[in-house]
């Protein structure tokens, strides 16, 4: 199970797109959000020439997470002629898409995680803080083999992820440091994650959706970065 991403940058630094990843297991796609920059950063990558189906996670629904979701599914469904499924236990978002134009009949929503994913995956929803007026979360997602948590847009690391880091049965944590320095309700700082994380568990968190210039820092503090795997043209 590996994890690469599309764009690495939050809402307010569009340098590095969109925050968003996905992983392909056997012959099944699974997308992490689709905000504003995801869809035509996807549309010439082969991946989707090669998956059977579509499943799309949505940890919330600020724009720079669902902005391009509904072209998405649009040309997956009536170009691409793949089913494609939405996962999220929020149902506002087919309210959301009906608004865009999409009938809930152009795609599959689904908001049960009790269950076994195609290619074998398991989902478990996590109830993150980032934006009162919404529902928000981060997943952990398990092949049997590794497990990973994505942790969206939040503030920090809910603290039975940073147990799990500590005892060996999560992988690796993908976390947002949208700033460098201070207290952003909604967001983690780079500062506060250097709080919150011991030096010994940092080389396990790979931080994303950043605000600025700051890799470097995170780096030097024993953090790693996730970069996109696709450039500004889908290549």
């Not at 170009?79 to 134009?101: A, H, N, P, Y």
């Amino acid at each position: 199970m590996e994890l690469h991403f599309i764009g690495t940058g939050a809402a307010y630094y569009p340098k590095l797109g969109s925050t968003s990843a996905y992983l392909m297991l056997q012959e099944h796609l699974y997308l992490i959000d689709c905000g504003e920059t995801v869809f035509s950063k996807i549309w010439n990558h082969n991946i989707l020439k090669a998956c059977h189906d579509v499943y799309v996670l949505v940890t919330h629904l600020h724009s720079d997470h669902i902005g391009s979701l509904g072209s998405f599914i649009s040309y997956t469904r009536n170009i691409l002629k793949k089913d494609i499924t939405i996962l999220t236990m929020d149902d506002t978002i087919v309210e959301i898409l009906r608004f865009t134009g999409l009938a809930p009949a152009q795609y599959t929503f689904w908001n049960d995680f009790n269950c076994v994913f195609p290619g074998d995956l398991q989902i478990e929803p996590q109830i993150v803080v980032h934006d009162k007026s919404m529902k928000c979360y981060g997943y952990i997602l398990s092949d049997g083999i590794n497990k990973y948590y994505y942790g969206g847009d939040s503030e920090g690391i809910p603290s039975n992820i940073l147990n799990g880091i500590a005892d060996g049965s999560i992988t690796r944590a993908y976390q947002e440091v949208t700033y460098q320095y201070g207290t952003h309700a909604g967001h983690t700082s780079l500062e506060q994650l250097c709080k919150t994380v011991p030096s010994v568990l940092r080389n396990r968190i790979m931080c994303m959706h950043l605000g600025g210039d700051y890799e470097s820092h995170i780096i030097q503090k024993g953090f790693s970065v996730a970069h996109s795997d696709i450039d500004s043209n889908g290549e």
